[in-house]
């Protein structure tokens, strides 16, 4: 039986994302979704692609949302989502950090989402951005900024600092609320 929910983790650049997903995918039947991604930078956590692949999937309507940002398009896509829900009956992760991306899966892919908000402090995600090397910490705290400025606190079922909480018990949380929604 294919899985009919999912989670959606919107948060701003160091807020955690990575780290909780890990922890999900020890405690139960998570997978990370990849976004597609086309462009320069940072490979891991994404499936690169290429402009013509992107073509072909917008030409062919899997596109479900589509953003542009460090110079590159990340892409959640219909193919991707039904390989996790449908053929590995997966709960799929999506790392997302735009409110449009929300509203966008949620009618696009209709699931029963869980939508969870993740931040830590400004200083705490310059820290980690800096411990892990980010070539772009100025522009990836301009787009924390950003993130967390849209933010509608009624699009969430959970709003957690990950500053304030370990790992595990944020995802514990998160499987909770996950498993709990109707």
């Known amino acids: 039986m294919a899985s009919s929910r999912g989670v959606l983790l919107y948060g ?74 449908r053929e590995h009956e997966q709960v799929p992760v999506l790392h997302i950090g735009q409110v449009d991306a929300i509203h966008a899966i949620r009618r696009g892919y209709p699931l029963i989402w869980t939508v969870v908000m993740v931040f830590c402090p400004r200083e705490e995600a310059e820290k980690r951005l800096v411990e892990r090397n980010d070539a772009r910490v100025d522009e990836r705290l301009s787009v924390w900024d950003e993130t967390l400025a849209e933010a509608d606190l009624a699009l969430f079922d959970l709003v957690v600092n990950t500053g304030a909480f370990e790992p595990a018990h944020v995802a514990t949380a998160i499987d909770w609320c996950q498993r709990h929604r109707q």
């Not at 995918?25 to 891991?44: A, C, D, E, M, N």
């Not at 953003?67 to 991707?80: C, H, I, T």
């Open 12 to 85: 701003p650049p160091a807020a955690g994302k990575d780290t909780i997903t890990e922890q999900l995918i020890t405690i139960g039947p998570y997978t990370h979704f990849q976004r597609l991604k086309v462009g320069p930078g940072r490979t891991s956590g994404y499936r690169m692609g290429t402009i013509e692949q992107l073509t072909s999937l917008r030409e062919r309507g899997q596109v479900i949302y589509e953003n542009q940002r460090y110079d590159s398009a990340y892409v959640v896509d219909r193919g991707e989502l039904d390989s996790i829900v």
